[in-house]
């Protein structure tokens, strides 16, 4: 098998890879369809080909000296990937003083921490950030868990080769083959249990990055290439799967499965078959694709970042506002390629020490810094009420609650309600409530109880199934529906509290508010029983009234649609006089952000026409959208005041929010 030291094929895939990254982040909107779903693939066209070339180096060091250098080569790794990371991070933090809200300043601090650590996967997937999700698209370092990963691969792979080349010696290539066999079983099985997990950790990626390894191995052993007689077709057939699989995947495609098979075998094909004069190879060799090839690292590390705080800036990003921030991403990596990249890789320009001395020195601040954001608050002292209260930790929103609660006792006689068992259920808009009514309740004596789940309404006889697999959430299936009936029915004297995001699940997709406001998530799942949903929720309603449940129950919570922080950050930014309080609160009196009440009534329309149906002596209907819809301007739904926001992100309560539906909910059970 030929073997050649550079290979300029390998950079031209590159920039396939990169390029429908990017793409695939920007988020270009064609017919009012997102183009290229499945772009993210390019990140997987980057395991293989790093594989290769790691591995390449790593057989022909252990072919020609019998030994591996680790100290070679992990010096190699920090000049070649951490100059340039810094240098993001540092513009990153600087954008970030100007640009975040304290819990986006939070998480950003926290991911910058994880991502020097090389453990960002880890972080991202604790933290819930399911890849594509809404939200992630504002997470400035998300790309970096791609980085971490293959940095988690650099640290197990030399031993293990090292280990099979000296002891197994003629298996190698046999361990290798198992390996990927099991690695890729595991991924299909993962996924299907935990797709989160499964996308961000290495052990689901491993069979992606030995793909590369495989080939490097055959290469460098030159095992005898099969006698092709059309290479061109061969490498054809591989560029065709590569460039299908971004537009045949989404985020609804089980990922690493069994159909990543199509990129990855597409990238295989080309890395193993191209010998520079096929067709595929010419392409890929042509001065242009070579170019972008070799500033592909600082693409992938500038992109990320720009249209994070751009969406947070500017919220509403239209195709040309898209295509700058590529052209300013081109600027910024072809600078930080031959300021950083090239002066960084060779000792002769700048030796060890003087390079390894700056780099602790980096690592040493920006630790520090980021470690002080986060004590800090995200700097949250900075800004005045509105704005420092978008920060509504539930460490912070259980203390307001608890503020409140004496103005609360001077309103409310509910003693003769200590006899019974509050029970408050649903999903994760009821555990926002939850976080408030607790504190409340707790502090009353009463014997009270959450069910919640992120997803998970109540519907009793319903399971809720993974859109992306097809396969029932264990956390919200009939068993633990029943389960939260049985304990509610057989508890002393009870009283159900229940809401939740119901508008989504009979419209089968997130809120759009018709002025831009649209809810880009589509990490939502489907609620599956053997009646319809509106039969589904009336007897299950039913079922509570019927075995002497007492049932509040709450209309759906509006969505706003826009992230209301951000937003309210962003125009506090533009007052003149930021440190008027008075400026800041006649600001805000006078450039009100509302969303339309007749579109969240249409959008929860058979949610409203389904909670009609229910009439019983034991049942209280709460309005939610009546303390926000209508207050000051007609057909309006306010989303803060002059002081408080009333959501913490697009659609879920803030604290003040909550507030007033407990209020509400008091109100209801005095009367």
Request: charged letters at 20%; a positive charge.
């Amino acid at each position: 098998m030929q073997s050649r030291s550079y290979r300029p094929e390998i950079d031209g895939l590159r920039t396939i890879a990169v390029l429908a990254v990017i793409i695939y982040h920007a988020q270009f909107l064609l017919n009012g369809s997102t183009f290229l779903k499945g772009g993210y693939i390019g990140v997987d066209v980057f395991f293989v080909i790093s594989g290769y070339l790691i591995s390449r180096i790593i057989f022909k060091e252990i072919d020609k000296t019998n030994t591996f250098s680790y100290l070679n080569f992990y010096i190699r790794r920090i000049r070649r990937i951490i100059p340039v990371l810094f240098l993001v991070m540092i513009v990153s933090t600087i954008l970030a003083w100007f640009i975040l809200i304290p819990s986006r300043y939070i998480e950003f601090s926290k991911s910058i921490i994880y991502s020097i650590a090389f453990c960002s996967n880890i972080f991202f997937n604790h933290a819930g950030q399911n890849y594509g999700a809404e939200g992630t698209d504002l997470s400035p370092f998300l790309h970096t868990w791609s980085l971490s990963l293959e940095e988690q691969f650099y640290i197990f792979f030399p031993p293990f080769i090292l280990f099979c080349c000296k002891k197994l010696k003629k298996k190698v290539l046999l361990a290798i083959v198992l390996v990927i066999v099991f690695s890729f079983f595991f991924s299909i099985w993962y996924t299907n249990t935990n797709p989160s997990a499964s996308f961000y950790y290495l052990t689901s990626r491993t069979w992606e990055l030995l793909a590369g390894t495989l080939i490097a191995y055959l290469e460098v052993k030159k095992y005898k290439k099969p006698n092709i007689k059309k290479p061109s077709l061969l490498t054809l057939t591989g560029l065709i799967l590569l460039v299908v699989s971004f537009f045949i995947f989404d985020k609804n495609t089980a990922h690493p499965g069994f159909l990543t098979l199509i990129p990855i075998v597409g990238t295989c094909l080309i890395i193993y078959i191209a010998d520079g004069q096929d067709i595929v190879s010419k392409l890929l060799s042509t001065k242009l694709f070579v170019s972008i090839g070799l500033i592909s690292y600082s693409l992938y590390l500038w992109h990320q970042p720009f249209f994070a705080f751009a969406r947070m800036t500017y919220h509403n990003l239209g195709n040309l506002e898209k295509v700058y921030l590529i052209i300013l991403t081109f600027i910024f990596s072809l600078i930080s390629y031959f300021a950083i990249e090239k002066t960084c890789r060779y000792k002769n320009i700048i030796s060890h020490k003087w390079l390894f001395s700056i780099l602790a020195l980096l690592t040493i601040t920006l630790l520090w810094y980021h470690n002080r954001a986060i004590r800090k608050n995200g700097f949250v002292d900075r800004l005045p009420s509105i704005v420092r209260d978008s920060f509504d930790s539930q460490a912070g929103r259980r203390t307001y609650a608890k503020n409140l609660i004496a103005t609360l006792d001077q309103n409310y006689n509910i003693d003769d309600l200590k006899e019974s068992t509050i029970h408050l259920v649903g999903d994760s808009h009821m555990g926002s409530l939850h976080i408030v009514f607790e504190p409340f309740f707790k502090q009353h004596n009463f014997n009270y109880h959450f069910h919640g789940q992120m997803g998970c309404v109540y519907l009793k006889d319903f399971d809720l199934i993974d859109r992306k697999t097809g396969l029932i959430k264990s956390f919200c299936n009939r068993e633990y529906q029943q389960k939260r009936t049985s304990e509610i029915i057989n508890s002393q004297n009870p009283i159900a509290i229940i809401g939740g995001r119901f508008p989504m699940y009979f419209n089968q997709k997130p809120y759009d508010n018709g002025e831009g406001g649209i809810e880009t998530s589509e990490d939502w799942n489907i609620m599956k029983g053997d009646v319809s949903l509106e039969k589904g929720i009336i007897s299950s309603i039913q079922n509570l009234l019927d075995n002497n449940v007492r049932v509040v129950l709450l209309y759906p919570i509006p969505p706003a649609g826009w992230h209301i922080p951000n937003i309210i950050y962003q125009k506090f930014k533009t007052i003149k006089g930021k440190t008027d309080i008075n400026k800041v609160q006649d600001y805000f009196q006078k450039n009100r952000v509302t969303t339309s009440y007749e579109n969240y009534k249409n959008f929860s329309k058979k949610v409203f026409d389904t909670f009609d149906q229910l009439n019983h002596p034991n049942l209280i209907k709460v309005y939610p959208h009546k303390l926000v819809c209508n207050t000051i301007s007609q057909g309006r739904c306010e989303t803060h005041n002059t002081n408080k926001v009333f959501y913490d992100d697009s659609n879920h309560p803030s604290g003040v929010y909550s507030i007033k539906i407990l209020k509400q909910v008091l109100e209801s059970l005095e009367e």
